[in-house]
């Protein structure tokens, strides 16, 4: 894998940027070809102006996906523009047909085929017909709390469940974050944006069947649970003030069952405050297996990681729609 | 992956024994086709009157390798019979000739390229010629000090070093892994058997090379060494005794470097009376990762799953001599 890969950023959001940052610090190893993004502020402007730089890349933000893809030929596009997979998988089609593997951050991608039957067959086909892979992937899903979790069963011979917990310090992330899972909010603005259904983390369904699809596991159930995360005392952080009594987060939990048997637990939580922020994955089993990252993996720059280290094991993966399950293990890339 | 695989054991000593009895336990998963072993005390035998069990399974011990292998056609052969790749590759040509893919614990397959590169070449020769895959692994080499490590960098960015502690409390193993660490011997008695060459654990190198060419890494200079570890009070196992300052155990511990770059420190204890067994990845990178696995990976049952899990892996990987960084994550295979 000692080639250069030539690769194009498609949405230039925050995880967009960060992803643009590590390819660019990453030359001897990623060609940045290209840089797709609809925001008009930022079109027609070289990389270098929007990420700060000293000296321009001579690469322009487009917002023309189709004419950067034809006159780029990328071999991967790494694709960070939406969580929700209906409203943006012609931008998949779109990179396959022009012949480019693509690794995406989109949650819903992780895992699509129960969510999104249709599309997803129709992503598969494309992506064949045109010799590419098309792979969702991300530090949750697509890490911390599935693939991390079917690495641990590895060394299991049986396995009677799987329990795993993230809790995450959200006042040691990005402001977004700490918005996105209501710090700050009161108990009844919390319920309200729950009522929405656009309010959480999105993944765990996502995570929940691509453990147990690669277990070979029949899940017959899932419920999900969100609750807010009570502080019980004042937090302050860089961007905001949780009071005591107000929401500091989010406790996102889910449960798969096959009949009434209980074998997949997924236990999110992300606040600000939290005084054991871990990754842990507990398999019942034999031998049994107790995994702990402790800290936990750190969001922000882990997500950029994974799409980045993906892009040599999405080149050479078979042709069609892929999960991290089918793909060899993917390690760092590119740090030397 | 709902397809049952004809399979081979080929060798049955301890390991190889308890793989009979998890293929067998997995019958809706994995159908036993046949069993090789050279031992004349088990040749003509069925194989449940070597487990112990009370119905016949009508496959009896063979030591014809060749009449085995063409009467039954496996998909894969299970192969547990030597550490040392020169003793026995002519088993897995073997094996290949009859297109049957190989997952094998012998150490040295699990990294056999720099140790053996004709044999490697030739394996991968001749696998590809037969369509088939041939695939080292094992808990330690295999998991705890490469692959883990390999996953637990894939969150990064960046990695500068990496760290990986193993530390086994042999009391709770079999004899002959106490026997093997040395356990109640005396620090004359460890200094002979060091002398000889054939002492210690097997597999660092093999784990430092395969870290190493999944992150791309240069690897120029590799130092190896071998300690005893003392006991300072006198541990009682089920099966022997260590006295206060006779050897408790091994302290093996590798480095890999990249010209006076450290990049790899493997750092494996294996002792009667260890007080913190566990599994440690520690990637001092961005973000930096501190892995744990608490009381650590059971090597004796946890080698069998490796082999067991790793079949599907094997039988669908691409033709050739492959690596556990080659084929998609192994994880538990036929639990339900």
């Given amino acids: 894998m000692s080639r250069t890969f030539n690769v194009v950023q498609y949405g230039i959001g925050p995880i967009g940027l960060s992803c643009l940052r590590t390819i660019l610090s990453k030359k001897s190893h990623i060609n940045l070809v290209g840089v797709i993004d609809i925001d008009p502020a930022k079109a027609g402007k070289d990389v270098a102006d929007i990420l700060?730089?000293?000296?321009?890349?001579?690469?322009?933000?487009?917002?023309?996906?189709?004419?950067v893809l034809s006159s780029t030929k990328p071999d991967v596009?790494?694709?960070?523009t939406s969580s929700f997979l209906a409203r943006m998988y012609d931008q998949l089609i779109l990179c396959a047909r022009h012949g480019a593997s693509i690794i995406s951050s989109t949650e819903e991608l992780a895992y699509p085929y129960v969510r999104h039957p249709?599309?997803?067959?129709?992503?598969?086909r494309v992506a064949r017909e045109n010799g590419v892979?098309?792979?969702g992937t991300g530090v949750n899903p697509g890490y911390a709390m599935d693939a991390l979790a079917l690495?641990?069963?590895g060394v299991c011979n049986q396995v009677r469940s799987v329990t795993i917990h993230r809790e995450v310090d959200a006042g040691l992330r990005r402001l977004p974050l700490q918005q996105k899972v209501g710090a700050g909010i009161t108990e009844a603005e919390f319920a309200e944006k729950k009522a929405t259904g656009m309010f959480g983390h999105i993944g765990l369904v996502e995570s929940i069947r691509l453990v147990a699809d690669g277990l070979g596991w029949n899940i017959d159930r899932i419920e999900?649970?969100?609750?807010?995360?009570v502080s019980r005392k004042e937090v302050v952080t860089p961007y905001l003030t949780v009071k005591e009594g107000s929401v500091a987060g989010i406790h996102h939990h889910a449960y798969g069952y096959d009949g009434d048997q209980l074998l997949l637990t997924l236990d999110l939580k992300m606040f600000v405050g939290a005084e054991d922020p871990r990754d842990a994955v507990k398999v019942d089993g034999d031998p049994p297996m107790d995994l702990v990252v402790?800290?936990?993996?750190?969001?922000?720059t882990a997500t950029v990681a994974t799409l980045i280290n993906g892009i040599p094991q999405t080149f050479f993966a078979?042709?069609?729609l892929k999960t991290v399950k089918d793909v060899p293990l993917v390690r760092a890339f590119g740090t030397r």
Same sequence: chains 1, 2.
């Fill in 118 to 124: 249709e599309i997803s067959a129709e992503l598969d």
């Fill in 151 to 153: 690495m641990a069963t």
């Fill in 318 to 320: 078979e042709p069609g």
């Fill in 224 to 229: 999900e649970h969100l609750d807010p995360v």
């Fill in 294 to 300: 402790k800290g936990g993996i750190f969001g922000d």
């Fill in 77 to 80: 596009v790494v694709h960070t």
């Fill in 133 to 135: 892979t098309i792979l």
């Fill in 52 to 67: 700060g730089l000293d000296t321009p890349t001579g690469i322009l933000v487009s917002p023309d996906a189709d004419k």
